[in-house]
């Protein structure tokens, strides 16, 4: 979620906006922006209710001179409305929502924080129909603006996918079936390393590899999978690449591409996917649906089944013609709905008749 806020920044800076990004200091955010010469000004948010916070976010915002405020974590609602309220009426505040909402947040408290939030996006229609029903907002002020990718950092590179396989092991002309996720059980793990076992024991020619480090804090939860990994008669084929900054050189890797999670809000990874021309084959649930339509660019299964999922690669990985007609119309999808300039062009258009409407008060 943070990651989609740096790219977010780069590109409209590249266009030409001036951006002040608020980060927590010594973050792998803040990193990722210094790289990008978007120098970010430090933040520390002490719980819900920080009176410091909220008098540095209403110097920051005078001072800056700040035209609009964006925000990817609802919990920071707490500390820019308060701000906003000090002298920031003019200044439109907008949430990205990109996870869903199990209770209602529908007491004085958040009637209040809501009522100066000027527009909430959701990533994916299920998650604009949950802020509708959860939140205290009028719904014309709830819309849907997915995530997107910047595509050419997805074509196809021949030296990428040889040299990501030989730094592995895995021979060139093998076949790989791989997903990108940080290694938490609800992301599928246990059915990605169960389906592996057995079509080991049926192709010679299958590898499989993942993608993705530990949530800070859940490591021993990485160390888990490992073990479970290691427990499993995989004849060495599985293999753990790690938190990579570069996905996209991992997925040209692969030739199929698996994502067994058992609930998700959009799945970026998907299109990012799918950006590379893979085949994917995905749970059903939650937001995926938008994204992967069968018969057209994938299979989507139940979550938790690994027999299923076990059934559905080993088809897919028969069917050659059927792989890369999957993976030629995933790509046309993505440059279609998901390009990244599209999805920047209408989050500009929305910030514009904001600032409209609020200069209009």
């Not at 209602?104 to 996006?121: A, E, M, N, S």
Request: net charge neutral; aromatic share 8%; glycine share 8%.
């Amino acid at each position: 979620m943070e990651m989609v806020a740096v790219r977010m920044a780069q590109r409209l800076k590249a266009r030409g906006h001036r951006i002040s990004f608020l980060a927590l200091g010594g973050s792998p955010t803040a990193g990722a922006l210094r790289e990008s010469e978007l120098f970010p000004v430090p933040i520390s948010i002490r719980g819900y209710i920080d009176p410091r916070a909220v008098k540095n976010i209403g110097k920051w915002i005078r001072e800056e001179d700040v035209d609009l405020v964006h925000t990817h974590y609802s919990r920071d609602l707490w500390a820019l409305v308060p701000a906003l309220w000090m002298g920031g009426e003019k200044v439109p505040l907008v949430l990205t929502k990109h996870i869903g909402t199990m209770e209602p947040k529908k007491d004085p408290l958040h009637r209040w924080i809501y009522r100066r939030v000027d527009f909430i996006i959701g990533i994916s229609r299920v998650i604009q129909q949950n802020v509708i029903q959860t939140h205290p907002i009028d719904p014309e002020k709830v819309g849907c603006i997915p995530n997107g990718v910047d595509l050419r950092a997805f074509d196809t590179e021949r030296d990428d996918r040889i040299a990501v396989r030989g730094s592995m092991g895995i021979p060139a002309d093998a076949l790989v079936v791989g997903m990108t996720a940080r290694l938490s059980w609800w992301k599928g793990y246990r059915e990605f390393l169960e389906m592996a076992e057995q079509l080991v024991k049926v192709r010679s020619d299958v590898w499989f590899f993942a993608v993705g480090g530990a949530t800070l804090g859940e490591e021993r939860e990485e160390e888990e999978i490992r073990n479970f990994a290691r427990s499993l008669r995989s004849d060495g084929k599985v293999i753990f690449a790690g938190f990579q900054r570069n996905v996209a050189r991992f997925l040209r890797a692969m030739d199929i591409f698996v994502y067994p999670a058992y609930a998700e809000a959009f799945g970026l990874v998907l299109i990012e996917a799918m950006a590379a021309g893979l085949p994917v084959v995905s749970s059903d649930c939650d937001g995926v649906p938008e994204i992967v339509v069968e018969v057209y660019f994938g299979r989507r299964l139940p979550p938790r089944d690994s027999l299923a999922l076990t059934e559905a690669v080993t088809e897919m990985l028969e069917d050659s013609s059927k792989m890369r007609e999957y993976g030629r119309a995933g790509r046309v999808r993505v440059l279609d709905i998901y390009d990244f300039d599209k999805v920047i062009s209408r989050t500009e258009e929305l910030y514009t008749d904001l600032i409209r409407k609020r200069q209009e008060l």
